[in-house]
């Protein structure tokens, strides 16, 4: 019993430990600034809520990993918005919709595939006047898809 039990332990252990809420990678250089709240969802965790969540537009099934950022220090977001212009230029992300109204604005960057059919990466950049979060998506997105999509499907989880 003892013989099976062992390695039974290890491969859980080591199965969740990959499930394991951490640190972003692409934003990981944002996460240090004060009042800056950093996550990261690995790819095994959106299976599982992806499953959970019934996702018929296929987005979490397809979606490899999701980093969020959130900064409620405005001393610090001047810093960040240098960060963020930072990683967008070295990752070769273009401008795909920027909004802006008087209470917040929004920037979408993307990678896309050769025929702009494809989203490859996606970062989000929502600025009000008391904070700021950036979002990462990597994986890949049939922009078609997600626009025939019932609206609703999308945000059901």
């Not at 987005?59 to 918005?81: G, H, K, Q, W, Y």
Request: proline share 4%; aromatic share 4%.
């Amino acid at each position: 019993m003892n013989k099976l039990l062992i390695p039974l332990v290890l491969s859980l252990t080591v199965l969740l430990s990959s499930c394991i809420i951490a640190k972003p990678k692409v934003l990981g250089s944002m996460s240090v600034y004060p009042r800056t709240e950093a996550i990261r969802i690995p790819k095994q965790m959106l299976r599982i809520a992806g499953r959970a969540a019934d996702d018929e537009s296929g987005l979490l099934r397809n979606l490899n990993s999701l980093e969020v950022i959130t900064c409620e220090d405005r001393r610090s977001m001047p810093i960040l918005d240098s960060e963020f212009e930072r990683i967008v230029n070295e990752r070769g992300l273009e401008l795909l919709v920027s909004s802006t109204d008087s209470l917040e604005s929004v920037d979408i960057y993307a990678e896309m595939n050769s025929k702009n059919t494809v989203i490859k990466e996606l970062l989000i950049r929502d600025r009000e006047r008391k904070e700021q979060n950036f979002i990462y998506l990597k994986g890949k997105f049939d922009l078609g898809k997600l626009l025939e999509s019932d609206p609703k499907s999308l945000t059901r989880f």
